[in-house]
């Protein structure tokens, strides 16, 4: 029996261990980044992607400027299509609002496509707990689903898996007789989903981006189980984060483009599903009730607080494939719904349980991989620096923290405390190494997090400017004795 390794309650620290103990994590995680960002810098090669990157970003300024009078005109369009609109504050006013639409339409099985904002906000125990069967159908999302795991990526959500492990636990749980084969497991699943969506009373799905100019839902599948999931069932509820905007069909099909390119590194997925209202006489599908929650959760707090810009983010999961971090930790480490680089940055702002939500900010090298990945050039980097800064003004950072930065910053401000220094750890790290062989295998706490896991080089003998100093003094030297006239 395959079970999850990670405990999103523990405490970050313990997280963190536990992923980076998993001798199977790593395998994995490196076998999917690695050919998920291989294949965005080909789909964004094969184009203008500077060109793509600029446009999308401009455009996602503009939504975030004009965001108020956008979100009304989505409202109003979607009503006049006949549909309804709910507008949630929180996660537990979703949960309100879609149990209130199933229960009037008496809904006892539910079907989902991928949703990361049902996972934010915990949907699926919300309908379980009021007696309802909940499917989840887009295959990764179904895998982990059977396995009572939470996805693990924004786009790829088994991607903590392996091939082995999938197929251990699709023999554990749907009885599929032992194989390898991806063609047989798909059609095991296939052949279990399908009987699902003919039984479902209500389709739920998050959005990848909505139309205020007509009042479209989209969303973008590569399964086909997003379509059926919106067409097949009598109501369908859309969970929308009230960032998922876009002004003009136009600019839907400019970020179509940027997401399909960024997030599997494909031109176009295989499937766009758009919904514009319930059914209308003479359709031969599509829902009768046709919902749609906007979902705040934070999102306000994050423009009213100076963090606007990662709501230009599309959910493309990029920045997760080329953060060293991820590929280390992968996302359950985070303990949050939004792992990597931008969920390092949203996670402590919205307003979810996460444990040790404070650390995330943290949980990053700032090399700068995430912004250049990006195809809205967010500045993910920064981002973090700005929480980071917001923790040491709220006074959040531990007492070694600020003893060391205190120290630091007194170092820092005497020309002669600085190089008193350099030579204090000169000496006292050339002599911890030549104690273990030429490199520092142990130092004292809390520097033993380094040492646990690598060496620590000493420090250079001569600082810079010694030698510096030292080679300047030569040349001076030697240029005195070629001016000097000979003797007589």
Known sequence: MTTSVIDLHAPYKERVADALNNKHLKTALNRSTVRMSAQRISAMGAVDGQTLRNQVRQMKEHVIANLPDLLEQLESNIQANGGQVHWAQDGAEVNRIVLEIARKANVQKVIKSKSMATEEVHLNDALEAAGMQ??????????????????????????????????????????????????????????????????????????????????????????????????????????????????????????????????????????????????????????????????????????????GEALMCIRCGACLNVCPVYREIGGHAYGSTYSGPIGAVISPILHTDVTNSEKLPHASTLCGACREACPVKIDLPRLLLDLRSDQVQAEQGSWFDKVAMQGFVQTMTSRARYENAGKLASVGSNLLAGLTGGNIKFMPPPLTAWTNSRNFPPFAKHSFRELWQERTSRRKEISGERTTPPAP
């Open 134 to 307: 909940v499917v989840e159908t887009d295959l990764g999302e179904y895998i982990i689903q059977l396995n009572h795991e939470p996805p693990s990526h924004i786009v790829a959500p088994v991607i903590h898996r392996r091939l082995e492990d999938i197929a251990q636990i699709m023999q554990d749980k749907l009885d599929m007789p032992p194989t390898l084969d991806p063609e047989v497991m798909c059609a095991v699943a296939r052949v279990k989903l399908r009987e699902e969506f003919l039984k479902a009373d209500m389709g739920v799905s998050g959005c990848n981006f909505a139309i205020a100019e007509t009042g479209t839902i989209c969303t973008v599948t590569n399964e086909g189980n997003g379509r059926m999931t919106s067409g097949m069932p009598r109501v369908y509820v859309v969970i929308m984060g009230i960032e998922k905007i876009v002004p003009t069909p136009e600019d839907a099909f400019l970020q179509y483009q940027a997401l399909c390119r960024s997030a599997t590194g494909q031109n176009f997925s295989v499937y766009l599903s758009m919904t514009s209202s319930p059914r209308q006489p003479g359709d031969a599908d599509g829902p009768e009730e046709f919902h749609v929650v906007l979902l705040d959760n934070g999102r306000t707090d994050m423009l009213e607080k100076g963090y």
